[in-house]
C-alpha cells in the first residue's frame, strides 16, 4: 500500500506535528490535567433513576420502536408475558418460524459458527429445522457469497446486554460474520437474558469488552432499520432489517 | 457532482428558491415535523436542561483538550491495529483517501459532511472508481448530481415526484403510467434492492464519524438506516473521515452527547444504530489474519485555526442540525441557498471560517456573506444542546468584515456605519437631517394612490419593493415634537 | 425558556426616569413616544411626565448589528452618559431594550466603563415590563376585572424575538396589561417564529424577509384577529408595510398606544 512508505509516513508525523502545535498554542492550559471522563457522574434523564422495574421499562420502550417481543400465548399485552422460560425458547422461536415459512425453498437462518455449540445446547438448530434453513456464517465469509442471496430472511444472535433507558439491544461483535447478522437479514431475532438488561447507556458501554478483550465492533440497536429521507414518511427496512424480534427469557 | 449554487449570492440564490414551487412544496412538508418530534422529545424527560448542560460541559472540554485527546485516540487505534492519518488541507485529506483506495473500483460511503467538505466523491470518480452514497438521502442527492441541503436531512429539498422521476431515469426498468407518482414504500424498497448490491461486492467503505473516542480508540457511528455499518463491515477497509473537533474522551462523554444529539437531530431517544469501530477484526485466537483493514483520516482543513480564537465556541458543535430547522431563513430558502454544504445558523458561521482554510476563492466569496443573512432572531441559539452562541459569532464575523471591508458591499457598510457614526457623535446634526428627511419623506408620501405611506425610495429599495413604509404624517421627530408641547 | 414575571407591586413611584424613544419610533412614530410619555406620567405620584433627553439618538443597535463593534461600544458610553442620572430608564422596544440590558454589558466589558454598564443594564427597562412591575393597585387583576373592551377589533399579539428571548418576562408583561385593559387575545399559532424584520436584513435580504413577513402575516390572520399589537416598532412597520402592499385586512399598533386608551384607536399607516 502506497500508504506506508517512507515519505507518507514523514508527511504524517508533520501534519500531526504542526496540527497538535496549533492546538497547543492556543489552548489557554490552566490548573492541571483532567480526569478522562469529563463527568464524574454520569448525568441521567430522571426518568431512568426513578424506574425500579427495568424489564417493564425496557419493554415498553423497545416496542414502541417497533420491537416484537415473542411470547408463549397468542396476543399477550403484558410485561410478564414476554419474558418466557429459557427452555421454551426453541418453541417459541420455531411457532414464529413456521408462521413465517416460504412457499418454495425454505429461508435462511443465519448464525454466528463461533456459537453453534450454544445454539445446539439450547436445542434450536434441530427444532427449527423444517421451517428454516440454520446456515453457519464464519468469518471467510465475503459480501459476495451471498450475491445469490442478497436478503437473508433470519439471522439469530445474543444481545450481550439491552438498555432500558432507550429500549436498546447491544451487541459486541467480534467479528465481522458476527456483524453481518446484526444488518444483514431481512428479520433479525435477537435473543436476551432478563438479568441482562441494564438501566443506562453507560451501564451498557462498561458491559462492552474492549478491544484487547477481541471486539471488533459494538452495535447499539434501537429497533429495525428505518428511514424517512422521502418526505419525512417513516419506513422500517432502509437498508438494514426490517423487523427486530426478541426473545426475552429468565 | 458538487455543482455548489447557481447564483453568486446567498442573496440571488435565497430569492430564486422562494420562486421554486417545488423546493417550497419540500420545505413545507419538512418544516412542522422536525419540530414536534424534537420538542417532544425533550418534553418527555424532566431534566432537559441538565442534559444539556452535560454535553455541554463534554463538548467543552473535549475541545479544549482536542491536542491530547487526538494524541491518545492515535495511540490506542494504532494499538488496536487501525491506521491514523492526519491531514491538514482537504486536497491532504483527499489524497490520504485515494491512496488508500488505490487499485479499488467499488466504493460505498455512508453519510459524511466531512467527505461533502473535501469534495472527495468527485476525486474519487475522477481516479476511475464508482462511487455509492447509501444514506437515501445522500443517494438522492447524488443522483441528482447536487449537494446536501441539510446536515442531517439530506434530500429534504425534494419531493416524492422528483425523487420517482430520478429513480426511473438511472434505475431504468419498466415505465408505469404517466403521472402516477410511486409510493415512497416502493422508492424505498428499489434504493434498497439497489443499494444492498453495492454493499455485497464493495472493496471500500468510507464513513463519517460522530464522535471519535480518544479512551477506546474507536469511532462512533450513528444511523437509522444501517447503511454506514454495512458499508464499515461489507468491504474489507473502512475508511472513516473525522473532522478532528469530533473527539470527545470517553464513552461516558460520548454517551452524555448521545443523549442530547438524536434527540435535537430526529427527536429520537437514541438514533436506530450506535456503533462503536476500532478494530481490525482479529481472529478470536488472535492469530488469524486480520479480515479487515481500518483506516482513520483525521481532517483540520481550518479547525485547528478556529482554536483558542474568537471561532472556539463554534468547535464544540454536534451537527444535530437542531439550528436549521428552527431557522425561520432556512426553512424559507433551504439548504441550497447557502453555497455549500454546512448550511442555516451553523453553516453561516461554519462555512466562513471552513472556507478560508482552503484555496477556492470563488467559494471564499460565496460564503463570505453569510453571516449577514440573519434577523438575530436568537431561536438557534436556545435550541442548541451545546450552548453554542450562534448569533453572536455571527455578530463577530460581520465585526471582521467591517474591520476589513471586502468588495463594494463591505466598504459600502463600512462607510454607511462611518457616516452614521458621525451623527451619533453629534445630536444637533442629527436632528436636522431627519428633520430634513422627514419633511421629503412627507412630500414622497403624497403621490396619488398612497397618502401616508411611501412605495418607492431610493436607498431602501430593499424595503419599498415588497414593502410600503408608513411615514410619519406629522413630518417631525418625537424629541422635538414633544419637546414644543 | 423560564419566564419570570414581576411580582412586585410599588406604590406610585415619584423616581426621576428618563425615556429612550428608540430612533425608529422618534423618527417615524412620535406618537408611540407620546404615549409611552402618557403612560410613564400616569404612574407617577404628580402625573409628572418622564424625562426625554434632547441629545438623544439611538441605541446604537444599527452599528452593532452591522458589525461596526467599535461605533456601537462608543455609542452605548454616549447613551449610558446621557441617562446614568435617571434612577430608570424606559424603552417601548425590546429591541432596543435588549440592547440596552443585554448587549451594552458585553459592548463594554474589559473597558473601564464595565461596571456602569452592568448598573445601567439592571435599571434599563423595556416599556411593558416596566409598567407591570410598577401597575397601580387598581390594575391588580387579582382585585378588578375589566370588562371586555368592545369597542375594539378582535386584537392579536406579536412577541417580537428580542422580547421573547433578551427581555423574556416582556411577552407576559404585555399580556397581562393588555387583561387588564380589557382586551381578549386571538393568540396566533407558531408565536416563537420571527417576523422577518431584524432592522438592517429586512432590506439586504428582502425576499428571505419579505417571505418571512408572508408566513407571520398568514399566521396572524389565521386568529381570527384584525388589529396587531407588539412592543417592537420595527416588527410593526415591517408587518404594517407589508399588508399594506398587499392590501390585507390587517392593522398594527404600538402597545403603548392601545394602553393608552385613546379614541379613535390610532394604527400605523392608517
Redesign the interface.
Given at each position: 500500500?502506497?500508504?506506508s512508505s517512507e515519505s507518507?509516513t514523514r508527511?504524517?508525523a508533520e501534519?500531526?506535528a504542526?496540527?497538535?502545535a496549533?492546538?497547543?498554542?492556543?489552548?489557554?492550559a490552566k490548573g492541571k490535567a483532567?480526569t478522562?471522563?469529563?463527568?464524574s457522574q454520569?448525568?441521567l434523564?430522571?426518568?431512568v433513576e426513578r424506574e425500579q422495574g427495568k424489564t417493564e421499562a425496557f419493554v415498553a420502550?423497545a416496542e414502541a420502536?417497533s420491537c416484537r417481543f415473542l411470547t408463549e400465548g397468542k396476543t399477550e399485552k403484558k410485561t410478564v408475558a414476554k419474558v418466557i422460560a429459557k427452555s421454551s425458547v426453541s418453541k417459541v422461536l420455531r411457532d414464529f418460524l413456521a408462521t413465517r415459512r416460504g412457499k418454495k425453498a425454505l429461508p435462511l437462518l443465519l448464525f454466528d459458527v463461533?456459537e453453534k455449540s450454544y445454539w445446539q445446547r439450547l436445542g434450536i438448530l434441530k427444532n427449527v429445522e423444517g421451517c428454516c434453513r440454520p446456515t453457519e456464517v464464519s468469518?471467510?465469509v465475503e459480501?459476495?457469497d451471498?450475491?445469490a442471496t442478497?436478503?437473508p430472511a433470519f439471522s439469530l444472535q445474543r444481545a450481550v446486554c439491552a438498555i432500558a433507558?432507550?429500549?436498546?439491544l447491544v451487541f459486541a461483535n467480534?467479528?465481522?460474520a458476527q456483524?453481518?447478522l446484526?444488518?444483514?437479514p431481512t428479520v433479525h431475532i435477537v435473543l436476551l437474558a432478563e438479568r441482562d438488561i441494564v438501566g443506562?447507556?453507560?451501564q451498557a458501554?462498561v458491559r462492552?469488552p474492549?478491544?484487547?478483550a477481541?471486539?471488533?465492533?459494538?452495535?447499539?440497536?434501537?429497533?429495525?432499520?428505518?428511514?424517512?429521507?422521502?418526505?419525512?414518511?417513516l419506513?422500517m427496512?432502509?437498508?438494514?432489517?426490517k423487523e427486530l424480534v426478541v426473545l426475552l427469557h429468565r | 457532482m458538487t455543482s455548489v449554487s447557481s447564483g453568486k449570492s446567498f442573496h440571488d440564490d435565497a430569492a430564486a428558491a422562494l420562486q421554486n414551487p417545488s423546493l417550497q412544496a419540500a420545505l413545507d412538508k419538512a418544516g412542522a415535523g422536525f419540530l414536534a418530534t424534537r420538542s417532544r422529545a425533550f418534553a418527555s424527560i424532566e431534566n432537559a436542561q441538565a442534559l444539556c448542560e452535560a454535553a455541554e460541559r463534554v463538548r467543552t472540554r473535549a475541545v479544549h483538550d482536542m491536542a491530547d485527546l487526538l494524541l491518545l485516540f492515535e495511540q490506542r487505534a494504532r494499538a488496536q491495529g487501525v491506521s491514523v492519518h492526519w491531514a491538514e488541507t482537504a486536497e491532504q485529506a483527499r489524497s490520504i483517501v485515494l491512496a488508500l483506495c488505490a487499485g479499488k473500483r467499488r466504493i460505498v460511503k455512508g453519510k459524511s459532511m466531512a467527505s461533502e467538505e473535501i469534495e472527495l466523491n468527485e476525486a474519487l470518480l475522477q481516479a476511475g472508481a464508482e462511487v455509492v452514497e447509501t444514506d437515501l438521502g445522500e443517494y438522492i442527492v447524488q443522483l441528482a448530481e447536487e449537494i446536501p441541503s441539510h446536515i442531517i436531512a439530506p434530500a429534504v429539498h425534494k419531493t416524492r415526484a422528483q425523487i420517482d422521476a430520478l429513480f426511473r431515469h438511472h434505475h431504468g426498468g419498466r415505465k408505469t403510467p404517466e403521472g402516477r407518482v410511486r409510493s415512497s414504500q416502493t422508492l424505498v424498497e428499489e434504493a434498497r434492492r439497489i443499494i444492498r448490491k453495492k454493499f455485497l461486492r464493495a472493496e471500500v467503505g468510507i464513513t463519517g464519524t460522530n464522535m471519535l473516542i480518544a479512551e477506546r480508540g474507536a469511532a462512533l457511528l450513528l444511523t437509522n438506516e444501517g447503511n454506514g455499518d454495512l458499508s464499515a463491515i461489507m468491504a474489507e477497509r473502512h475508511i472513516v473521515l473525522a473532522g478532528i473537533e469530533r473527539i470527545v474522551a470517553s464513552e461516558k462523554d460520548a454517551a452524555a452527547v448521545l443523549r442530547v444529539l438524536a434527540r435535537s437531530a430526529t427527536g429520537q431517544s437514541l438514533g436506530t444504530y450506535v456503533s462503536l469501530y476500532g478494530g481490525t477484526g482479529r481472529g478470536t485466537d488472535g492469530t488469524e489474519k486480520p479480515r479487515k483493514d481500518m483506516h482513520v483520516v483525521l481532517l483540520d482543513n481550518g479547525r485547528s485555526a478556529m482554536h483558542g480564537g474568537p471561532w472556539h465556541d463554534m468547535l464544540r458543535c454536534i451537527r444535530c442540525g437542531a439550528c436549521l430547522n428552527h431557522c425561520p431563513v432556512y426553512t424559507s430558502v433551504g439548504g441550497h441557498a447557502y453555497g455549500w454544504v454546512y448550511s442555516g445558523p451553523m453553516g453561516k458561521v461554519l462555512s466562513p471560517l471552513l472556507a478560508e482554510a482552503g484555496t477556492d476563492a470563488r467559494l471564499k466569496r460565496r460564503v463570505a456573506a453569510l453571516p449577514h443573512a440573519s434577523s438575530f432572531c436568537g431561536r438557534c441559539v436556545e435550541v442548541c444542546p451545546v450552548g453554542i452562541p450562534l448569533t453572536s459569532l455571527m455578530r463577530k464575523l460581520r465585526n471582521r468584515h467591517f474591520e476589513r471591508p471586502q468588495g463594494i458591499k463591505g466598504w459600502k457598510t463600512r462607510l454607511g456605519c462611518l457616516g452614521v457614526r458621525l451623527l451619533f457623535a453629534h445630536p444637533r446634526l442629527y436632528r436636522s437631517l431627519l428633520a430634513l428627511a422627514l419633511r421629503l419623506l412627507k412630500l414622497a408620501a403624497r403621490g396619488k394612490g398612497h397618502v401616508g405611506r411611501v412605495a418607492w425610495l431610493p436607498g431602501i429599495g430593499g424595503w419599498t419593493k415588497t414593502r410600503d413604509l408608513p411615514v410619519n404624517r406629522s413630518a417631525r421627530a418625537a424629541i422635538t415634537l414633544l419637546d414644543d408641547v | 425558556m423560564t419566564e419570570r414575571t414581576p411580582s412586585k407591586v410599588a406604590v406610585p413611584i415619584a423616581v426621576p426616569i428618563a425615556v429612550l424613544a428608540t430612533c425608529l419610533a422618534d423618527a417615524l412614530r412620535p406618537e408611540t413616544v407620546r404615549a409611552t410619555c402618557t403612560l410613564l406620567a400616569r404612574l407617577s405620584s404628580k402625573r409628572k411626565p418622564p424625562a426625554l433627553p434632547k441629545r438623544q439618538t439611538c441605541c446604537g443597535q444599527i452599528l452593532y448589528n452591522a458589525g461596526d463593534r467599535k461605533g456601537a461600544a462608543s455609542q452605548a458610553l454616549r447613551v449610558i452618559d446621557l441617562f446614568e442620572p435617571f434612577q430608570a430608564v424606559v424603552v417601548p422596544s425590546g429591541s432596543c431594550a435588549g440592547m440596552l440590558k443585554r448587549h451594552y454589558p458585553q459592548l463594554l466589558a474589559g473597558t473601564p466603563h464595565a461596571r456602569r454598564a452592568q448598573a445601567f443594564a439592571r435599571k434599563s427597562w423595556e416599556l411593558t415590563e416596566f409598567l407591570h412591575l410598577f401597575r397601580p393597585r387598581t390594575q391588580q387583576p387579582e382585585t378588578q376585572h375589566k370588562p371586555p373592551d368592545k369597542s375594539l377589533p378582535p386584537l392579536t399579539w406579536h412577541d417580537s424575538c428580542s422580547c421573547l428571548r433578551e427581555c423574556k418576562s416582556s411577552t407576559s408583561c404585555a399580556r397581562s396589561l393588555l387583561a387588564a385593559r380589557g382586551v381578549r387575545l386571538h393568540e396566533a399559532s407558531e408565536r416563537e417564529v420571527c417576523c422577518g424584520f431584524g432592522g438592517k436584513f429586512s432590506i439586504a435580504n428582502s425576499a428571505v424577509s419579505t417571505s418571512m413577513a408572508d408566513d407571520k402575516l398568514a399566521r396572524l390572520q389565521q386568529s381570527g384577529a384584525k388589529l396587531v399589537a407588539s412592543a417592537d416598532l420595527g416588527c410593526l412597520l415591517h408587518l404594517a408595510g407589508r399588508a399594506r402592499r398587499r392590501a390585507l385586512p390587517l392593522s398594527f399598533v404600538h402597545i403603548a398606544e392601545l394602553l393608552v386608551e385613546q379614541k379613535p384607536l390610532p394604527t400605523i399607516g392608517a
Open positions: 500500500m502506497a500508504i507518507d508527511q504524517n501534519s500531526r504542526r496540527i497538535v496549533r492546538l497547543r498554542e492556543t489552548k489557554k483532567h478522562l471522563s469529563v463527568l454520569p448525568v434523564p430522571k426518568f420502550r420502536l463461533l468469518e471467510e459480501g459476495g451471498f450475491e442478497p436478503f433507558e432507550t429500549g436498546t467480534r467479528t465481522r456483524a453481518l446484526t444488518f444483514l443506562s447507556l453507560e458501554f462492552v474492549s478491544s484487547a477481541g471486539l471488533w465492533a459494538c452495535h447499539l440497536v434501537s429497533g429495525p432499520s428505518r428511514t424517512a429521507d422521502i418526505e419525512q414518511k419506513h427496512g432502509a437498508h438494514g432489517p | - | -
